[in-house]
């Protein structure tokens, strides 16, 4: 059974910095390509960036809002994904999930977390 | 503003049927292959078709994908109350290199 199990949340003033990790179980991490994807409270999702698998370079795209704050990676070795979070703004408050990838040319989010509540307050 | 345009809102009665649109461009749905997602209240978004009409294992053949051009449409027949949620659309966009969601739209069976 595929399982997605994201961790780090919390409340962070704006300025502030939090990591995220993605434990993953139920299949072969190292050969999929996975994401984060975000949710603002009320609101609909948002893709935060993607990780290819190693295998076709480890290529990490990112959406325009995060790009240079935002740093996901993998470490194939422990099946976890990870979201380095810096310079956090009271806009990237939302439930994060972590996603894997697949279908024909790997855009369909197949399984998700449960996600965790990222809250940025002074 | 979603790149992708959904309704934000149907609704049919237990046993009918009903469609939600997702209307893009030729950077994101006309070129590339469509997804649709189901949020029920207060949960993580489960997929319910991939490449624009394949459906996972378990997911009952009562939802449907289809796509057209620059617009694909989610089917949901034999409608049950516990269909009541929110549905979103997605795909890539090769103009902004990033996958993208419509705005989502709110299910309600009468």
């Known amino acids: 059974e595929v399982q997605l199990l994201e961790s780090g949340g919390g409340l962070v003033n704006p300025g502030e910095s939090l990591r995220l990790s993605c434990a993953a179980s139920?299949?072969?991490?190292?050969?999929?390509?996975m994401s984060w994807v975000r949710q603002a409270p009320g609101k609909g999702l948002e893709w935060v960036g993607r990780?290819?698998?190693?295998?076709?370079?480890?290529?990490?795209d990112y959406a325009a809002p995060v790009k240079g704050g935002f740093t996901i990676s993998r470490d194939d070795s422990k099946n976890t994904l990870y979201l380095q979070m810096n310079s956090l703004k009271t806009e990237d408050t939302a439930v994060y999930y972590c996603?894997?990838?697949?279908?024909?040319?790997?855009?369909?989010?197949?399984?998700w977390g449960q996600g965790t509540l990222v809250t940025v307050s002074s | 503003q979603s790149v992708l345009t959904q309704p934000p809102s149907v609704s049919a009665a237990p046993g009918q049927k009903v469609t939600i649109s997702c209307s893009g461009s030729?950077?994101?749905?006309?070129?590339?292959?469509v997804s649709w997602y189901q949020q029920l209240p207060g949960t993580a978004p489960k997929l319910l078709i991939y490449?624009?009409?394949k459906r996972p294992s378990g997911i009952p053949d009562r939802f449907s994908g289809s796509k057209s051009g620059t617009s694909a449409t989610l089917g949901i027949t034999g409608l049950q109350t516990g269909d009541e949620a929110d549905y979103y659309c997605?795909?890539?966009?090769?103009?902004?290199?990033?996958?993208?969601f419509g705005g989502g739209t709110q299910l309600t069976v009468l």
């Open positions: 996603t894997t990838q697949g279908g024909t040319d790997g855009s369909s989010h197949h399984y």
């Open positions: 139920g299949f072969t991490f190292n050969n999929v390509w």
């Open positions: 990780i290819k698998s190693k295998n076709v370079g480890a290529t990490i």
């Open positions: 030729s950077s994101n749905i006309d070129n590339n292959y």
């Open positions: 490449d624009n009409n």
């Open positions: 997605g795909t890539w966009d090769s103009s902004l290199s990033a996958a993208v």
